[in-house]
């Protein structure tokens, strides 16, 4: 399931397109370097970022959940599994366009680190901070909107780190070059 970063089908409207008019790879469609890149293609990267997020997240939780391991333990798993998610999904896209695994695995790695980083920090410390949420069981109203709640709030605050990081190059720029 990747997800193009960086949508280049208006932008490409011949068949030899003229990579010297621009000063960088991130340069397409409006996205240049040094903050020129739009709200559309950060909250895109986003939420990139999020749905893997969320797949290993809410696994995560199911299966500390089902295993009746405590919260600790529970949120270690679904953290490291929103990882696991959020960086197949840029793994995946560039092997797909070719890359070999090392390269690949560098590139999702500068790709998504801080992107997952700020979206799990934000959305778990909602958690942790929602009353009952952390005891809530998953048939529990107040685990579900603990969390959807801190994933709306991730999204919210990671949208702009994403667009700083694309504007000056860093983050899912690097994944440009590959779609």
């Given at each position: 399931?990747?997800?193009?970063?960086?949508?280049?089908?208006?932008?490409?409207t011949s068949t030899a397109?003229?990579?010297?008019?621009?000063?960088?790879?991130?340069?397409?469609?409006?996205?240049?370097?040094?903050?020129?890149?739009?709200?559309?293609?950060?909250?895109?990267?986003?939420?990139?970022?999020?749905?893997?997020?969320?797949?290993?997240?809410?696994?995560?939780?199911?299966?500390?959940?089902?295993?009746?391991?405590?919260?600790?333990?529970?949120?270690?798993?679904?953290?490291?599994?929103?990882?696991?998610?959020?960086?197949?999904?840029?793994?995946?896209?560039?092997?797909?366009?070719g890359l070999d695994w090392?390269?690949?695995?560098?590139?999702?790695?500068?790709?998504?680190?801080?992107?997952?980083?700020?979206?799990?920090?934000?959305?778990?410390?909602?958690?942790?901070?929602?009353?009952?949420?952390?005891?809530?069981?998953?048939?529990?109203?107040?685990?579900?909107?603990?969390?959807?709640?801190?994933?709306?709030?991730?999204?919210?605050?990671?949208?702009?780190?994403?667009?700083w990081m694309i504007g000056?190059?860093?983050?899912?720029?690097?994944?440009?070059?590959?779609?």
């Amino acid at each position: 399931m990747g997800m193009t970063v960086m949508d280049h089908s208006a932008h490409h409207t011949s068949t030899a397109h003229d990579h010297s008019a621009h000063p960088t790879r991130a340069g397409h469609a409006g996205h240049q370097m040094g903050g020129g890149v739009t709200w559309g293609a950060a909250a895109k990267a986003t939420l990139h970022c999020l749905t893997g997020c969320a797949i290993g997240e809410i696994l995560g939780m199911v299966i500390g959940t089902a295993l009746m391991w405590g919260n600790v333990q529970t949120m270690i798993l679904a953290i490291t599994l929103a990882f696991v998610f959020g960086y197949s999904f840029t793994l995946f896209a560039v092997r797909k366009a070719g890359l070999d695994w090392k390269s690949a695995v560098k590139v999702a790695l500068a790709a998504d680190t801080v992107s997952i980083a700020v979206m799990e920090l934000v959305d778990n410390g909602i958690i942790a901070l929602t009353p009952g949420a952390m005891d809530a069981h998953l048939s529990d109203a107040l685990f579900w909107t603990a969390l959807l709640g801190g994933f709306a709030v991730a999204f919210v605050i990671t949208t702009p780190v994403n667009k700083w990081m694309i504007g000056r190059g860093m983050g899912y720029a690097v994944v440009h070059a590959y779609h």
